[in-house]
Nanobody, 123 residues
Framework: QVQLVESGGGLVQAGGSLRLSCAAS????????MAWFRQLPGKEREFVAA????????LYADSAKGRFAISRNNAKNTVDLQMNGLKPEDTAIYYC????????????????WGQGTQVTVSS
C-alpha cells in the first residue's frame, strides 16, 4: 500500500499560482496512476487531473485545461500539480489519489487518498 501526503496549499489572490505536491511513502508511486481531485464542503469530490504510471498519458478536467499541469517524479516519489491563473471558484480542498491500472477521472476508481490541502483563492 501507499500513503499520500499533500502540501503546498494556501491563500492566493485571483490570477496567482500555487504548486501542490503529493509525497508518497510505503510503496513507490511508479506502481500507480495518480490524480488530483478537489472538494467543496457539501459537494461531490471533483476530478482535476490525472497521469499514468509513466507520466506519458495525462487527463484534465475542462476546468483545469490550459491552467493546471500535473507531473510526477517517480525517482522522488512525488506528484505535483502546478496551478496558474487561479480563480475564486478553484477554492477547495485538494486531494492526491492513487490507483492500480490505467488512469481515470472517477474518484470511485482510486483506492488510496491523502488527507488534503486547502487552497483558497481570493477575488
Amino acid at each position: 500500500q501507499v500513503q499520500l501526503v499533500e502540501s503546498g496549499g494556501g491563500l492566493v489572490q485571483a490570477g496567482g499560482s500555487l504548486r501542490l505536491s503529493c509525497a508518497a511513502s510505503g510503496r513507490t508511486v511508479s506502481w500507480y496512476a495518480m490524480a488530483w481531485f478537489r472538494q467543496l464542503p457539501g459537494k461531490e469530490r471533483e476530478f482535476v487531473a490525472a497521469c499514468s504510471r509513466s507520466g506519458g498519458n495525462l487527463l484534465y478536467a475542462d476546468s483545469a485545461k490550459g491552467r493546471f499541469a500535473i507531473s510526477r517524479n517517480n525517482a522522488k516519489n512525488t506528484v505535483d500539480l502546478q496551478m496558474n491563473g487561479l480563480k475564486p471558484e478553484d477554492t477547495a480542498i485538494y486531494y492526491c489519489a492513487a490507483k492500480n491500472g490505467v488512469l481515470t477521472g472517477l474518484s470511485r476508481d482510486y483506492s488510496f487518498w491523502g488527507q488534503g490541502t486547502q487552497v483558497t483563492v481570493s477575488s
